[in-house]
């Protein structure tokens, strides 16, 4: 019997096309959302974490200091005081390489013999052992040297901290592995004395790798780290990217999930059909005694063959899908947290095989409700069809208790926090409300609409209006599946309308200099490049400057428990631009006159700081701490970071650097003609940044539009899934009343 149960379904489906295609459809276009989403973010996160891997090495350790960096005579003391470990020392600088196009590079200083201890197969080595036969030799990755059109033993113009510099290429290196090639990529390497000598940085090291066997030469070499220092183990780092993306990566799982859900309701809507168009049948089997499981496994073997042939689709858009969100993705995780290139898709089996699961499971879990209901009820009431309009009818009122207790718990969700986590579980809740209150939603609009047709419509839309409640079983599967889209559609735009005209207020009055010029950096949202001395002073003495504003920005500590530091000077035209949200601005500028700090609304968040608090501040030349004197508004970005006055930074750290200057001009001052003076006049073959207000806020936006455009990519799909589910139980419900209509 079971087989011949079977058979049927296999036959009703086959004349059903349309129903079946539309079911199979709606997974598919849900979990394509999910493994695109899922597949792109997971190849970002493991190129990144490739390439610091293959730069570290056999590296366990890294040891670092403040922004001026570890003196060269502390690897000499470490590696005399401990022959149990291996050190490589290693000095890196961001440089711009002058060729058929200006290429962004690391420039690296390492030692021939220490590379091949520490570093082994992670970067190829042949090449390092000839690194110091010249004081001018570099070398760089095959593709960087194509792509910057130099041939072995030519000069090559390198833009370094805004002055030029040149070196010949010596030779060109070929990684060993995939990974080592995505690291070399962006790389270029020579002799550490060499890089020294070029960047001006004499005696001066970036980091130096260290390889620790065992806990015990780990611990003792804690105890002898000198003053400001700070070893983190390499895997911090190689996670660096994931952790700080979480909550960005977090929220489209939870977008792209709902669709997933929303897809759900299409295969609920199939299943209900498909009960309910062979209600005769199954009442004779229930007549001939088929009990309610070969029932219940009927209709489930049904949505089983529906979630694997949507899986399959799924798993296949997916992966189109995730080629196009890659490229867009790794931008926005370049552009928000740090550089992320050369990535390539990473499927494996195992992540297949459980996403295929997990379509399967939403499958199964939108025929359950079908399932039980062709399985539990009479096989005399199986054979009517008003079983399940007198049954949705009858759900009504308990739906709509459980919808306010849905919407209750929403509400209490979001009391009182601020943290992502409640923030999603209130969302989900809201479309469980909506999807349990659409049927009380649909009768009360159904009886509505029915009065406004007695008092002002004709017999057909009387009929039309008692048809929706009479069919509530269809209608409000459809109303809840539209709904819940619509909201979700409704939900997204308003939220990044609003963060468009917060960013927008923000950019109003913080973004205040009518010119800003900055050193390059490879991602977006971090200052922490060096503009040549005599370019500020040139842009200082510029005609029409009535006040400037100077930036230098450095990371302090580690991956894990670093912070990011401005030392900003800030005239009074560039401090009226600050909002606070904690703390009185004329108490609050003069604290940090005198040598507190202002932190950024997001990092007091993620640090839970007040003003009055006291901050650590890594890396200092001595032990440094600094009070809280106010925490202000700020989007540039979701890490925040600290505010420092430039006289107390030079306190903490000998860096007298500058990353970036705002020109405040005098009234009536032409921003654009100051933006082109810089670029022909004071650093006419700089590569710098240079822009005007205006064209620093398209920049931004541009930024923030590319931040959500995978977002809105979701919403549209979430969009389409809801329709294929409206359509799809509008048209069952037209099938079967066609001999009514007729």
């Not at 058979?7 to 199979?24: C, G, P, T």
């Given at each position: 019997?079971?087989?011949?149960?079977?058979?049927?379904?296999?036959?009703?489906?086959?004349?059903?096309?349309?129903?079946?295609?539309?079911?199979?459809?709606?997974?598919?276009?849900?979990?394509?959302?999910?493994?695109?989403?899922?597949?792109?973010?997971?190849?970002?996160?493991?190129?990144?974490?490739?390439?610091?891997?293959?730069?570290?090495?056999?590296?366990?350790?890294?040891?670092?200091?403040?922004?001026?960096?570890?003196?060269?005579?502390?690897?000499?003391?470490?590696?005399?005081?401990?022959?149990?470990?291996?050190?490589?020392?290693?000095?890196?600088?961001?440089?711009?390489?002058?060729?058929?196009?200006?290429?962004?590079?690391?420039?690296?200083?390492?030692?021939?013999?220490?590379?091949?201890?520490?570093?082994?197969?992670?970067?190829?080595?042949?090449?390092?052992?000839?690194?110091?036969?010249?004081?001018?030799?570099?070398?760089?990755?095959?593709?960087?040297?194509?792509?910057?059109?130099?041939?072995?033993?030519?000069?090559?113009?390198?833009?370094?901290?805004?002055?030029?510099?040149?070196?010949?290429?010596?030779?060109?290196?070929?990684?060993?592995?995939?990974?080592?090639?995505?690291?070399?990529?962006?790389?270029?390497?020579?002799?550490?004395?060499?890089?020294?000598?070029?960047?001006?940085?004499?005696?001066?090291?970036?980091?130096?790798?260290?390889?620790?066997?065992?806990?015990?030469?780990?611990?003792?070499?804690?105890?002898?780290?000198?003053?400001?220092?700070?070893?983190?183990?390499?895997?911090?780092?190689?996670?660096?990217?994931?952790?700080?993306?979480?909550?960005?990566?977090?929220?489209?799982?939870?977008?792209?999930?709902?669709?997933?859900?929303?897809?759900?309701?299409?295969?609920?809507?199939?299943?209900?059909?498909?009960?309910?168009?062979?209600?005769?049948?199954?009442?004779?089997?229930?007549?001939?005694?088929?009990?309610?499981?070969?029932?219940?496994?009927?209709?489930?073997?049904?949505?089983?063959?529906?979630?694997?042939?949507?899986?399959?689709?799924?798993?296949?858009?997916?992966?189109?899908?995730?080629?196009?969100?890659?490229?867009?993705?790794?931008?926005?995780?370049?552009?928000?947290?740090?550089?992320?290139?050369?990535?390539?898709?990473?499927?494996?089996?195992?992540?297949?095989?459980?996403?295929?699961?997990?379509?399967?499971?939403?499958?199964?879990?939108?025929?359950?409700?079908?399932?039980?209901?062709?399985?539990?009820?009479?096989?005399?009431?199986?054979?009517?069809?008003?079983?399940?309009?007198?049954?949705?009818?009858?759900?009504?009122?308990?739906?709509?208790?459980?919808?306010?207790?849905?919407?209750?718990?929403?509400?209490?969700?979001?009391?009182g926090t601020d943290t992502l986590l409640p923030a999603l579980l209130a969302v989900f809740a809201v479309f469980a409300a909506a999807g349990c209150g659409a049927p009380a939603?649909?009768?009360?609009?159904?009886?509505?609409?029915?009065?406004?047709?007695?008092?002002?419509?004709?017999?057909?839309?009387?009929?039309?209006?008692?048809?929706?409640?009479?069919?509530?079983?269809?209608?409000?599967?459809?109303?809840?599946?539209?709904?819940?889209?619509?909201?979700?559609?409704?939900?997204?735009?308003?939220?990044?309308?609003?963060?468009?005209?917060?960013?927008?207020?923000?950019?109003?009055?913080?973004?205040?200099?009518?010119?800003?010029?900055?050193?390059?950096?490879?991602?977006?949202?971090?200052?922490?490049?060096?503009?040549?001395?005599?370019?500020?002073?040139?842009?200082?003495?510029?005609?029409?400057?009535?006040?400037?504003?100077?930036?230098?920005?450095?990371?302090?500590?580690?991956?894990?428990?670093?912070?990011?530091?401005?030392?900003?000077?800030?005239?009074?035209?560039?401090?009226?631009?600050?909002?606070?949200?904690?703390?009185?601005?004329?108490r609050a500028w003069a604290d940090f006159d005198a040598g507190a700090v202002l932190v950024s609304e997001a990092f007091a968040r993620a640090r839970s700081l007040a003003v009055?608090?006291?901050?650590?501040?890594?890396?200092?030349?001595?032990?440094?701490?600094?009070?809280?004197?106010?925490?202000?508004?700020?989007?540039?970005?979701?890490?925040?970071?600290?505010?420092?006055?430039?006289?107390?930074?030079?306190?903490?750290?000998?860096?007298?650097?500058?990353?970036?200057?705002?020109?405040?001009?005098?009234?009536?001052?032409?921003?654009?003609?100051?933006?082109?003076?810089?670029?022909?006049?004071?650093?006419?073959?700089?590569?710098?940044?240079?822009?005007?207000?205006?064209?620093?806020?398209?920049?931004?936006?541009?930024?923030?539009?590319?931040?959500?455009?995978?977002?809105?990519?979701?919403?549209?799909?979430?969009?389409?899934?809801a329709a294929l589910a409206c359509v799809s139980s509008l048209a069952a419900l037209e099938f079967e009343r066609e001999r009514e209509l007729a």
């Amino acid at each position: 019997m079971i087989r011949y149960l079977e058979l049927a379904s296999l036959r009703w489906l086959l004349r059903h096309r349309w129903q079946l295609a539309a079911a199979v459809l709606g997974i598919a276009l849900g979990l394509a959302c999910v493994v695109g989403i899922e597949l792109a973010a997971k190849s970002a996160l493991a190129s990144f974490e490739r390439q610091t891997r293959a730069l570290a090495g056999r590296a366990t350790h890294t040891l670092t200091s403040g922004p001026d960096g570890l003196d060269e005579r502390e690897y000499a003391r470490l590696v005399r005081g401990f022959p149990e470990l291996d050190f490589a020392p290693l000095l890196e600088r961001e440089v711009r390489a002058r060729g058929a196009e200006l290429v962004p590079l690391v420039l690296t200083g390492v030692d021939a013999l220490a590379e091949a201890r520490v570093r082994g197969d992670g970067l190829p080595t042949i090449a390092f052992g000839d690194l110091s036969r010249a004081a001018d030799a570099i070398w760089l990755a095959r593709a960087t040297a194509e792509k910057l059109g130099i041939a072995v033993g030519e000069p090559l113009v390198l833009e370094i901290d805004g002055r030029d510099a040149t070196a010949r290429l010596a030779g060109v290196l070929d990684a060993p592995h995939a990974a080592a090639e995505s690291a070399l990529r962006g790389r270029a390497f020579a002799d550490l004395a060499t890089v020294q000598e070029l960047c001006g940085a004499r005696g001066r090291l970036s980091r130096i790798d260290v390889i620790a066997p065992s806990p015990d030469a780990l611990a003792r070499l804690e105890e002898s780290l000198p003053t400001g220092s700070a070893l983190e183990a390499v895997s911090a780092r190689a996670g660096e990217l994931e952790r700080m993306s979480r909550a960005m990566r977090f929220n489209l799982r939870a977008l792209a999930l709902l669709a997933l859900f929303v897809g759900a309701f299409l295969v609920y809507d199939t299943s209900t059909f498909s009960v309910v168009q062979r209600r005769e049948l199954f009442g004779r089997m229930r007549a001939l005694g088929a009990d309610r499981a070969t029932l219940f496994a009927t209709v489930a073997h049904e949505a089983l063959w529906i979630g694997l042939a949507g899986s399959t689709l799924g798993l296949l858009l997916g992966v189109a899908v995730a080629h196009m969100l890659v490229a867009p993705l790794a931008q926005t995780l370049t552009d928000l947290y740090a550089p992320v290139s050369q990535v390539e898709l990473d499927v494996s089996p195992a992540f297949l095989a459980g996403a295929a699961a997990l379509g399967v499971l939403a499958t199964l879990l939108g025929a359950l409700l079908p399932a039980w209901e062709a399985a539990g009820s009479p096989p005399r009431q199986v054979l009517a069809r008003s079983f399940f309009e007198a049954r949705a009818r009858g759900v009504v009122a308990p739906l709509a208790v459980l919808a306010g207790l849905f919407a209750l718990l929403a509400s209490g969700l979001l009391a009182g926090t601020d943290t992502l986590l409640p923030a999603l579980l209130a969302v989900f809740a809201v479309f469980a409300a909506a999807g349990c209150g659409a049927p009380a939603a649909t009768v009360l609009a159904a009886r509505l609409a029915a009065r406004a047709a007695v008092a002002f419509g004709g017999t057909l839309e009387r009929i039309a209006a008692r048809s929706v409640e009479a069919a509530l079983s269809r209608t409000a599967v459809a109303v809840a599946a539209l709904a819940g889209a619509l909201g979700a559609s409704l939900a997204m735009g308003t939220m990044v309308s609003s963060l468009r005209g917060t960013l927008s207020a923000w950019l109003e009055s913080a973004v205040s200099a009518d010119v800003f010029v900055w050193a390059p950096h490879r991602s977006a949202s971090r200052s922490d490049g060096t503009l040549d001395p005599e370019l500020v002073a040139k842009l200082r003495a510029l005609d029409g400057v009535e006040q400037v504003a100077t930036t230098r920005g450095v990371a302090l500590g580690g991956a894990v428990d670093g912070l990011f530091v401005v030392a900003s000077e800030q005239p009074p035209r560039s401090r009226a631009g600050f909002r606070f949200v904690d703390g009185e601005p004329e108490r609050a500028w003069a604290d940090f006159d005198a040598g507190a700090v202002l932190v950024s609304e997001a990092f007091a968040r993620a640090r839970s700081l007040a003003v009055g608090d006291v901050l650590a501040i890594p890396g200092a030349r001595a032990s440094a701490s600094a009070r809280v004197a106010g925490v202000f508004q700020d989007y540039a970005t979701d890490r925040g970071y600290v505010l420092v006055a430039r006289a107390t930074y030079q306190r903490w750290f000998d860096d007298s650097a500058t990353s970036g200057v705002g020109l405040f001009l005098a009234s009536g001052g032409d921003s654009e003609a100051v933006v082109a003076r810089i670029r022909s006049e004071v650093a006419p073959a700089r590569s710098i940044g240079v822009q005007s207000n205006a064209s620093l806020r398209a920049a931004t936006y541009a930024v923030f539009d590319r931040t959500f455009a995978v977002a809105r990519a979701l919403e549209i799909f979430a969009a389409l899934i809801a329709a294929l589910a409206c359509v799809s139980s509008l048209a069952a419900l037209e099938f079967e009343r066609e001999r009514e209509l007729a």
